[in-house]
């Protein structure tokens, strides 16, 4: 291992990237942002944009250890770092990690790999299966399903450190294009709040959750209770917001246990999530995504460095 | 009814619209199309763009009725033809007509109705009733589902001339959107045909029958295929498209009984529909689809004219 006291992690996504010194004690020292996504770069970008984000950094003196989980290890990225493939122990994710070169050769830099599953559903993630190796660290021993909301939300089953299986759902993207690009974008707008909001949001997930295997049919009711009924845009946004989320955990339910499914995602997301989980008979409970990322990205560390 | 006897219909969609000219013998004497669908027009601008297609066709001397289905009808179109609520009979179809004027009084016009479903699900349709009305002409005594795979494919119930029940799917919306505009736009391209596209469409059509419930979480598939298993974009394009419509198919299979189920729609379209059903152990039969809006246009005119 390194002999660096403080080191920096890094998430770097496809659209931003987040990266924050830790210092030796463990704690967060600074922290920084830049929109240089992975889809804004060409391979060649990539050692400039890091050093862009670590210039605005105090870094300690001395040689100084750059952890990087997400799609900077993807093909199309920095460096690819090869999936591990589900079922599979995270407790291995560091030993996985591929090491570029800085120009500055006091950083040390590991990028994790993600994980790939070709058996029961072939699937892909990068980046989450941090967070998961993090909340694994902070929730020792828990075993159960975990969700991670979003544009392309996550599902993967942990039993401690190991991802038994995991499957995503493409419930964001499709809500986002529903609501820009379709026939549908006539009856929606508003903001995604207010008690007629709520009225649909309710209205949508039992649609969603009684009945999950209509979806392509039962999207249109958003254009028909508009026609028909009046329903106002924010009433048909919060029904179609709420058909997909209730048709999306549907699809989850028999494997969801009495324990709160770990919810990773931004707050107002996994509210909603929680909320239709709730209507379900399950529970949920909020967990803070930029600490579960740091645990992972602690944890994995340890196995990731250049000896 | 009016003392014509060659008489126009009209097929006037969101997108285009298409005449035809009928000689006292029933027969198809002139056709025209133009690209003015409701969705390009003002209200004022519709009288002269039936003027246009009008003119490029062979008029009889003395009166002319014109019957037209669709969006022309709507709230949004030339003038609104309120809806007939399902159940119903679509033998009343011509009697909910409305005329609007044109400038030269020869010209009869009709617009016919929408139908419209309040109880079991909101729905819509404008245009598909007069195909249905049209389909139960020519086949006395059908009943059954009936399927008319589009852009937003309906399924509607008949039971002679009556429509007991109907849903509308946004498939072809969704392949649409999806492949142009969503992450698995990546993994997709070329044409729809050749043996991968065969292939990944006989795939799809498995996993959309077997497990409609989890549609959001099985087009992400078509992404992790590409990655892990070097699927061609034309195989990721018919896995797609049989994903969506085994979905769409699936959703149904308990309404449908052993006969054939009528499929009015492109014949490319509907040929991947009847191959669908028949893995799904059911069965379709393609329906010319002018035919039966000919047909369903001379049967609502009847009732249609004003005397």
Known sequence: ????????????????????????????????????????????????????????????????????????????????????????????????????????????????????????????????????????????????????????????????????????AMTGEMFALLKTQSVLRHSLGGPLEGPAQDEGFVAGARDGLDNPAALLGQLFTVRAASLLSGKTPDWCAGYLSGLLIGTEIAATLSDIGTDPVPLIGSAKLCGLYMRVLNMAGASGRLVDSTEVVLAGLKTARVHSLRT
């Open 1 to 168: 291992m390194s002999e660096a006291i403080a080191w920096v992690g890094v998430d770097w996504g496809t659209s931003n990237l987040r990266a924050w010194v830790i210092g030796g004690d463990g704690e967060v020292t600074g922290q920084a942002e830049s929109d240089q996504g992975m889809g804004k770069l060409a391979r060649e970008q990539f050692p400039q944009a890091l050093q862009d984000v670590l210039d605005r950094l105090a870094l300690p003196e001395g040689k100084v250890d750059i952890v990087i989980c997400g799609m900077a290890g993807a093909r199309q990225g920095w460096l690819e770092a090869p999936y591990l493939e589900a079922p599979t122990d995270l407790a291995s994710l560091g030993a996985g990690a591929v090491h570029p070169g800085m120009q500055d050769k006091r950083l040390n830099v590991s990028i994790l790999p993600g994980v790939c599953q070709r058996v029961g559903g072939e699937d892909v993630m990068r980046g989450e299966e941090t967070q998961l190796l993090g909340l694994a660290s902070l929730s020792p021993g828990y075993t159960g399903l975990v969700c991670m909301p979003g544009t392309h939300s996550k599902w993967a089953r942990l039993e401690g450190t190991r991802i038994e299986h995991f499957s995503t």
